[in-house]
T-cell receptor
Framework: GESVGLHLPTLSVQEGDNSIINCAYSNSASDYFIWYKQESGKGPQFIIDIRSNMDKRQGQRVTVLLNKTVKHLSLQIAATQPGDSAVYFCAEPNAGGTSYGKLTFGQGTILTVHP | ETGVTQTPRHLVMGMTNKKSLKCEQHLGHNAMYWYKQSAKKPLELMFVYNFKEQTENNSVPSRFSPECPNSSHLFLHLHTLQPEDSALYLC?????????????FGPGTRLTVL
């Protein structure tokens, strides 16, 4: 029979290009967001986080932008490398209003970097 | 060993079997988590333990039974599973189970239920 699964958004870029991965959220009260990277055969790995009192936060080659007006955040990767190929998730730990570290993940975006 | 380890990495079981997944963290953390990652749904939280006490059960069927004997170890006991339970089961840990503590994930156990 036909299998039904998640159809993840995909982004394919050339090595050296910049990549932008997007995420939308629904809870206007959300005040903290995290980006995770998951490589094949591994668990998710923390990349960068941002609190709602900020619009932008920069790390090493990565920048997260937060637009609270339209409830959207993005992850920008500069000079993308083949090692950046992975599934990228946005997550929020306050969904549901608990303080117990309950992470709610987005569906993820597959990034493929071609040499 | 460093970080979060999980055993076994792969498991195939029948619907009548009983098996257990093991997670161990070497980070000195006090909170541990079980997540399920399947092909059909986004990564979803199953259970949270904070200082060995269960603080979250995300409406998980009783055929999944967690156990946290100490802050470093977490088990997921499995019995009479269904084929739709086939998924990657991920364990994570954090300093405490609060929102701003980074969660560190293990590599997961790939479970197949026949």
């Amino acid at each position: 029979g036909e299998s039904v699964g998640l159809h993840l958004p995909t982004l394919s870029v050339q090595e050296g290009d910049n990549s932008i991965i997007n995420c939308a959220y629904s809870n206007s009260a959300s005040d903290y967001f995290i980006w995770y990277k998951q490589e094949s055969g591994k668990g998710p790995q923390f990349i960068i986080d941002i609190r709602s009192n900020m619009d932008k936060r920069q790390g090493q080659r990565v920048t997260v932008l937060l637009n609270k007006t339209v409830k959207h955040l993005s992850l920008q990767i500069a000079a993308t490398q083949p090692g950046d190929s992975a599934v990228y998730f946005c997550a929020e730990p306050n969904a549901g209003g608990t303080s117990y570290g309950k992470l709610t993940f987005g569906q993820g975006t597959i990034l493929t970097v071609h040499p | 060993e460093t970080g979060v380890t999980q055993t076994p990495r792969h498991l195939v079981m029948g619907m009548t079997n009983k098996k257990s997944l093991k997670c161990e963290q070497h980070l000195g953390h006090n909170a541990m988590y079980w997540y399920k990652q399947s092909a059909k749904k986004p990564l979803e939280l199953m259970f949270v333990y904070n200082f060995k006490e269960q603080t979250e059960n995300n409406s998980v069927p009783s055929r999944f039974s967690p156990e946290c004997p100490n802050s470093s170890h977490l088990f997921l006991h499995l019995h009479t599973l269904q084929p739709e339970d086939s998924a990657l089961y991920l364990c994570a840990s954090s300093q405490e189970a609060v929102s701003y503590n980074e969660q560190f994930f293990g590599p997961g156990t790939r479970l197949t239920v026949l």
